[in-house]
């Protein structure tokens, strides 16, 4: 069970562990410690650490990691004339990303881009709208209805988007109330249907993220303290200033991972506006899909894939900066 | 051992009494053949019999820790003897709880090493150590029930299945616990929750019962009754305790012997009496109830005070340096005392109930005595501060 | 002091709006799968009919089987893997190097769009097909892709579930004599089974919620419910799939409402506990 403190190894755990219960014995000949109750020396720790992350970590880099790298790879290479890969290094697909075509210089890319974005941002305010007086209306419910409020509110959620999206089509089909009634208003003309628009796809993009919004904004209402909103009470602060000043800054945290879940899924949405949206409302998403699939130019895809994570990753840097920033107000 | 005891006045007491009797009967009653580890069976029925012998059961030497950059524990040296309840009294972060964590094989120690019947620990890990552990929050397995806690130690050595049911049986008995058996970790009470915890370590028969602030978690009427429960079980199953605490009150009521400890070290080791009458240190006399520092300066024989000279039983070690005395050990007279009589006004009188407090001028001291009417603020009193009660310190 | 009681309407109207918003669409498709009328959206009365017909449509149940093996296979997978993965990354002193990558490891997929992630496997498996023809897509592919995504939830739930029992009764097992075998039986094991099964059931759900990876990575044999319906819808709307998608709803709602009670059970374990 235990070796001889001589046994000596190369062990990826630095000499002073780094948690409470690893520690050095002797000057540097044993290598005993103790690590959660289990007397066991350094050499055997990280063998059996190894030994468990060994299998999930070669999955997650063969099938992850590689992945990913062979992804920003393949955004520097060419496509070849039978939709091929050659390998090269250009910057060609940026370039055309950017609307540099063979011809002259076009800016639908960039639409497509900044449209993304800013469907994503409208999404998420518009999520985030919903699930402010969604999550108060939750926290104020006793204990065993506040599971099955957030069970109702994850359950669409769970339901395949594909199933989701197809509903709403269905809903917003020309002969449904939604379609006359819009047409009653004027706003479309008669025997069609309210989709394709981009308003149909904020609404199906709303309905299917709500719950990313819903449930972190839940927790960190469920954990306010109401002790600091009665005390602005007793001092006659108006409900206005109640809000903005003893509740609001208490719900950052969670505002801060609400808008982090609904911007990251909203920023690759591809099933929404290619169900509920057209030509006009193309998202990169859907620009990625159609490199992948019909046009066959993987070397285009990888490059705006790899828009969208750094777009994707710009906001999430942006959101954390304002995340801290809020923190200290 | 089984006399008829004078502490067995209180019912509860009583069941105790009865209940460990018949749990002694059954273990004397132990077959050879039981699957019982033979070093565990054997010598705990010949440790109960032979409790009183003094041998010295767990020796710490030389024993340092640091965590990082910081010194936790320096040079840790005590004994401790069979059969004999010690209690690691120091203010939180002193490393008592390292200390105990070490000798239950939870942290090992930098250098020294600690002996448990003369065999050494070190290389020893803590599910082979024969010492079991009351944790701080107790540690109950939530999934298991208060029997299936109470059976862990036991079926983690496979004993069988009726040995098993019948320790646990005597177990439950002696903490009068029968009918909490089948419930849960979550729907016991704070001090329900203790007794687990504590017939989960003794069931095991440990050598060395390891208790870290076991109290600390019930409310302060309820921990009065624990500590003395605790201090009749320790007695009665003769077994050696180390019990870590912050509270003075604590340690006093349940130890016979106290080691007070102070950023790492063992300032001071004696019974209740000699620590809290003698301290050494100002530490040890400030953190052991209060007491009344007074400086002063050694001058042929006696010490030279704001309150005049002061004989003092035994030559302090020092010319200049602090005296102490326990406000309960002045004595407030009429008259003049015959010897280290002090004039005072009475500043200030604080009723107890039990006892007064009084805070007298000058030199600001606190005096402890028996309620009286006479005593009010603005009243001249003389007070006798005895020499057998000024305590010379160290520093 | 606890969220305060009381219904103001300011909270109850969003709050019923919301679930409106949420369920309207699935209802409409409800409703109309059991709509006796095949065209126009008038109500002809009531029928089984159409989930009758989806018995009998050999693409439907091929669909229906390749999903639920997707999801099986995967799952079972995904929750072995990102277990261990979670004691390893949780129960051993990791230099901060290590610790580092492992966490990156982890939180990749949680925090990349899910099709950036499916256009990476789709290099990967084609740079792959060179090497061998159990890349060509299919299920095997598609297994792949989703383990790779759900080893990352299981792994976080477990690891959250591990921080929460903490160090203490573990070393309270080792003080009560407990070998490492015995510890992990009679002590992991079972308090870490709710935050296993909480994690394979979110596998589960994801799988079965996942569309964008699995059509990036489907072969023309492994189609799956949400890639036919979604062929389907292009084909056009009719009964049938109103029925199919009103099914899928249904089970949802039963995984659902099991996982809502166990996460139940066992946050009311824990706060008593």
Request: charged content about 20%; overall charge positive; proline content about 5%.
């Amino acid at each position: 069970m235990i070796e001889s403190p001589e046994q000596r190894g190369e062990s990826p755990i630095p000499e002073h562990g780094s948690g409470g219960g690893a520690r050095r014995r002797g000057g540097g000949v044993s290598r005993l410690l103790i690590w959660y109750g289990e007397l066991t020396t350094q050499r055997r720790l990280s063998l059996r650490g190894v030994a468990f992350i060994l299998v999930p970590m070669a999955w997650l880099v063969g099938f992850l990691i590689l992945p990913s790298a062979a992804l920003v790879a393949v955004g520097f290479a060419e496509r070849g004339a039978y939709g091929e890969i050659r390998w090269s290094f250009t910057l060609e697909n940026f370039r055309r990303l950017l609307g540099f075509g063979l011809f002259d210089w076009s800016a639908d890319y960039l639409w497509i881009l900044g449209r993304s974005v800013w469907v994503a941002l409208v999404t998420t305010v518009f999520a985030v709208v919903v699930s402010y007086p969604l999550a108060f209306f939750i926290a104020s419910r006793p204990p065993r209805r506040r599971y099955l409020w957030l069970a109702l509110v994850v359950i669409p959620f769970c339901t395949n988007m594909v199933i989701r999206t197809y509903a709403w089509m269905l809903l917003f089909s020309q002969h449904m109330p939604f379609a006359r009634l819009a047409h009653l208003l004027g706003l479309i003309r008669a025997e069609t249907s309210l989709y394709p628009s981009v308003w149909a796809v904020y609404v199906g993009m709303v309905s299917s993220f709500l719950p990313f919004a819903t449930l972190p904004l839940y927790t960190s209402v469920e954990r306010l303290d109401w002790s600091i909103v009665e005390a602005a009470e007793d001092l006659y602060a108006s409900k206005r200033r109640i809000f903005f000043q003893a509740i609001l800054p208490q719900t950052f945290p969670g505002l801060t991972v609400a808008v982090i879940l609904t911007f990251i899924p909203a920023m690759g949405v591809f099933v929404v506006p290619d169900m509920l949206g057209g030509a006009k409302t193309m998202l990169v998403g859907n620009l990625i899909q159609q490199q992948f699939g019909a046009s066959r130019d993987w070397p285009f895809g990888a490059a705006v894939s790899l828009a969208l994570m750094v777009l994707t990753l710009a906001g999430l840097f942006w959101l954390r900066r304002r995340g801290e920033g809020a923190e200290w107000v | 051992m089984d006399r008829p005891s004078a502490e067995s006045a209180s019912p509860a007491a009583d069941r105790l009494r009865k209940g460990f009797a018949s749990g002694l009967r059954f273990l004397k009653s132990f077959p050879a053949d039981h699957n019982l580890r033979p070093a565990t069976a054997d010598s705990i029925v010949a440790g109960m019999a032979t409790f009183a012998e003094t041998r010295s059961a767990l020796c710490v030497e030389g024993v340092c820790k640091s965590f990082g950059e910081v010194q936790v524990l320096t040079d840790i040296g005590f004994e401790v003897s069979s059969g004999e309840f010690v209690t690691l009294l120091g203010p939180s972060g002193c490393g008592k709880t390292t200390l105990l964590r070490i000798l239950a094989g939870l942290e090992l120690a930098d250098r020294g090493r600690v002996m448990l019947d003369g065999r050494e620990m070190t290389g020893i890990p803590a599910n082979r150590r024969p010492v079991n552990t009351v944790f701080q929050n107790y540690a109950l397995f939530p999934h298991l029930s208060v029997r299936e806690n109470i059976a862990f130690g036991l079926r983690s050595r496979r004993f069988s299945e009726s040995a098993v049911a019948e320790r646990v049986g005597v177990a439950l008995q002696i903490l009068q616990m029968e009918s909490l058996v089948g419930r849960y970790p979550h729907q016991l009470s704070g001090g329900q929750k203790q007794r687990v915890a504590l017939a989960r370590a003794l069931v095991n028969e440990p050598e060395l019962l390891l208790l870290d602030e076991p109290m600390s978690a019930l409310d302060a009427k309820l921990r009065a009754e624990v500590q003395i429960e605790l201090r009749r079980l320790q007695r009665r199953l003769g077994k050696t305790f180390i019990l870590v605490t912050h509270d003075q009150d604590e340690a006093m009521t349940v130890s016979d012997r106290v080691l007070v400890m102070s950023d790492g070290r063992i300032v001071q080791s004696g019974t209740p009496a000699e620590v809290y009458e003698r301290p050494v240190s100002r530490f040890v006399a400030e953190f052991l109830g209060s007491a009344n520092l007074i400086s002063g300066s050694r001058v042929n024989g006696h010490v030279e005070t704001i309150h005049g000279p002061l004989s003092v039983s035994g030559s302090p070690g020092w010319s200049r340096g602090t005296l102490a005395i326990r406000p309960e050990r002045i004595r407030v007279c009429s008259r003049r005392p015959g010897m280290n009589g002090v004039s005072a006004r009475v500043r200030e009188v604080i009723y107890r109930g039990d006892h007064m407090d009084l805070f007298v001028e000058p030199g600001a001291l606190r005096v402890r005595t028996a309620p009286r009417a006479d005593l009010r603020a603005g009243a001249t009193i003389w007070l006798a501060l005895e020499p057998e009660y000024l305590v010379p310190l160290s520093d | 002091m606890g969220m305060r009681r009381g219904k103001p309407l300011w909270l109850t109207v969003p709050a019923y709006a919301a679930l409106v918003f949420l369920y309207l669409p699935m209802l409409a498709v409800g409703v109309f799968s059991v709509n006796a009328g095949r065209h126009g959206f008038g109500w002809k009365g009531f029928t089984l009919e159409w989930y009758g017909r989806l018995l009998q449509n050999s693409q439907v149940l091929e669909a229906t089987r390749n999903t639920l093996i997707l999801a099986v296979v995967s799952t079972v997978v995904a929750t072995v893997l990102g277990t261990v993965l979670a004691i390893g990354m949780s129960r051993f002193p990791w230099p901060r190097r290590w610790r580092g990558f492992l966490d990156f490891a982890v939180y990749l997929p949680v925090v990349t769009p899910d099709i950036i992630f499916a256009a990476a496997l789709v290099v990967a498996f084609g740079l792959l097909r060179a090497v061998s023809a159990a890349f060509n897509p299919g299920l095997l592919t598609m297994v792949i892709a989703h383990v790779t995504f759900q080893i990352a939830f299981v792994a976080l739930v477990v690891h959250s579930r591990l921080v929460t029992i903490g160090r203490t009764l573990e070393e309270a097992a080792r003080d009560l004599y407990a070998d490492t075998p015995y510890l992990l039986r009679r002590v992991m094991l079972p308090l870490l089974m709710p935050g296993i099964v909480a994690g394979a059931m979110l596998a589960f759900t994801l799988s079965l919620d996942d569309f964008v990876i699995s059509f990036f990575t489907a072969g023309p044999d492994s189609t799956t419910l949400p890639i036919f319906i979604y062929a389907s819808v292009r084909r056009g709307v009719t009964p049938e799939l109103h029925a199919l998608s009103t099914l899928i709803f249904l089970a949802t709602v039963l995984l659902v409402l099991g996982l809502e009670r166990l996460m139940w059970l066992s946050t009311r374990q824990e706060a008593k506990g």
